[in-house]
C-alpha cells in the first residue's frame, strides 16, 4: 500500500492550514518537518540535520531508531499490535509491568497502564481519592489535594486541577477542583528573609502547617520530584523530597511523585526519587518510558492502595476507569527494549562523565551579563535568561529570548525548545560528547547574538 504522496509545498501548507499544533501559535507557525532520524539526530523534509537537544519533547533516551528498540517493536507487530486490557491481557504487557516493579522504589507493588503522562497523573488522583472512600474506616471527607506553584501534570482537566503554571491554566480555573497551593521550593528564587541552606526546612514548614491544619481532609500532596520540568527547570533544595515523605507519613496523606519528566534516567537515577530514598504512594511514569517510541504511561501502586480495591463484584470496589489503549503491546515491548538497553550498554554507569562534561562546557555561561542561572542533574540541564542579574528580574516573555536563543541554535544544527527564559539542554541519554560540544556551541551562540541588544 502507498501513501498518499505530496509535494514538500503541499506538506508545508497542509501543515500550517489544517495540522493544528499544541502548544503553538498556529498565525504565526514556521513548519518544520522531521522526516526521519538517526541516533540523537533529527532529519527534515529538507535534508537538514539537527542535534535532538530535548529528546523530542524530553522522551528520547537511548536514540531514534535504535537496532533493539525498532525489532522488539516489529517482533511484537509480528504477534499483535493491540489486544485490550479490560479483563484481559498479554504476555508483554505482563512481563512489562513485573520487570516495572522489580526497578521501582520498594513498596510500588502494582502497576495500572495508560497512555500518556497527564493520564498516568489522572490515574493516581483517581485511585487515591477512591481508597480514601473504600479504606477501613472510610474517610470520605478527605477531598482535597495539595500542589506546587508552577507544577504541571498535563493538560487534562483533572491534570490540570492540580497544575499550577498560570499562563496554561488560569482560563480554566471555573472547570477545575480546587487545590490547596504552596511556593515552589526553588533554588533560584530563594526569598529574601530564607537562609539558602534553610529553604528545604522553611518549605517543609509551610506544609506542616497545611497538613497539620487540614490533613483529615487531604488526599494527596502531588509533585514533580527534585525538579519541577515544564515551570522552567526550577530546582528544589535537597532534602525536601525526604521532608515531604516524612511528613506525608506523619500525617497520612498520599505522596503521589510524578517522574513522567523526570524518570527513566534522566536525573542520573533511574527515578528520580532514589536521590532521596523516598518511596512514593504513587509513581506517575510516561514520555521516557518507551525511549521516547510510542504512547504508554504507568502508575505504580502499593498494596495497601491495591487491597482496598478488592473485593466481590456486587461490591463495586474496581476502579472504574481506563483507556482504550491502555497497556499497548507495541508501546509495552518498546518500554521493555528500552528497559534491557539500559543494562546492555550500561547506560546509567556511562551517564556522570556525560554529565560532568556538559557542566564543564556550561560553566564558562555562567560568566555572561544576562545568564542569571545554569543548573544541572544528570541530563537534565538549564540556562535562565535574566534581563537583570542582580535582581534576577526576569526578561518580560513577550520578547521570547528563549525562543529566540532556540531559533539560532537551529541555524547551528541543533534544535531545542525553550520554556519562557529558560533553555533547555536535555538530549537522549545516548548524546555523545562531540553532540554536547555541538549543542553547548550553538546555545552559546543563541545567548550572545540574542543578549547583545
Ligand atoms: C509532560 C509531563 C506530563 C504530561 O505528559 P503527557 O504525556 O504530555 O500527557 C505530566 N507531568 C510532567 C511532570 C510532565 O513533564
Known sequence: MEFRRATRE????????????????????EPLIFERAEGCELVDIDGNRYIDGVSSLWCNIHGHRHPEI??????QLE????????????????????????????????VFFSDNGATAVEVALKMAFQYWRQCKPPRPEKSLYVALEGAYHGDTLGAVSVGGVERFHAMFRPLLFPCIRLPAPDTYRIPPEIPREQLAEYHLGLLEEVLARDHER????????????????????????????????????????????????RTGRMFACEHEDVS?????????????????AATLTTDRVWEAFLGRYEESKQFYHGHTYTGNPLGAAAALA??????????????????????????????????????????????????????REPYPWEEKRGFRVCQVARRHGVWLRPLGNVIVIMPPLAVSLEQIDRIVEAVTRGIEEVTAE
Open 10 to 29: 503541499e506538506l508545508i501548507a497542509w501543515d500550517r492550514e489544517i495540522y493544528w499544533h499544541p502548544f503553538t501559535q498556529m498565525a504565526e507557525y
Open 70 to 75: 525498532d525489532r522488539a517493536v516489529r517482533e
Open 79 to 110: 504477534r499483535v499490535a493491540h489486544v485490550t486490557a479490560l479483563g484481559c491481557s498479554n504476555p508483554t504487557t505482563i512481563i512489562l509491568a513485573k520487570r516495572l516493579v522489580e526497578l521501582a522504589p520498594p513498596g510500588l507493588n502494582h
Open 218 to 265: 487531604i488526599v494527596a500532596v502531588v509533585l514533580e520530584p527534585r525538579i519541577q520540568a515544564a515551570a522552567g527547570m526550577i530546582f528544589h533544595p535537597p532534602g525536601y523530597l525526604a521532608g515531604v515523605r516524612r511528613l506525608t507519613r506523619k500525617y497520612d496523606v498520599f505522596l503521589i511523585a510524578d517522574e513522567v519528566a523526570v524518570g527513566m534516567g
Open 280 to 296: 512514593p504512594d504513587f509513581l506517575c511514569l510516561a514520555k521516557g518510558l518507551t525511549g521516547g517510541y510510542l504512547p504508554l
Open 338 to 391: 528500552t528497559l534491557e538497553v539500559f543494562e546492555k550498554e550500561q547506560t546509567l554507569a556511562k551517564l556522570p562523565a556525560k554529565a560532568e562534561y556538559l557542566a564543564k562546557k556550561l560553566e564558562p555561561l555562567r560568566e555572561y551579563p544576562h545568564v542569571g542561572d545554569v543548573r544541572q542533574l544528570g541530563l537534565i540541564a538549564a540556562v535562565e535568561l535574566v534581563r537583570d542579574k542582580g535582581t
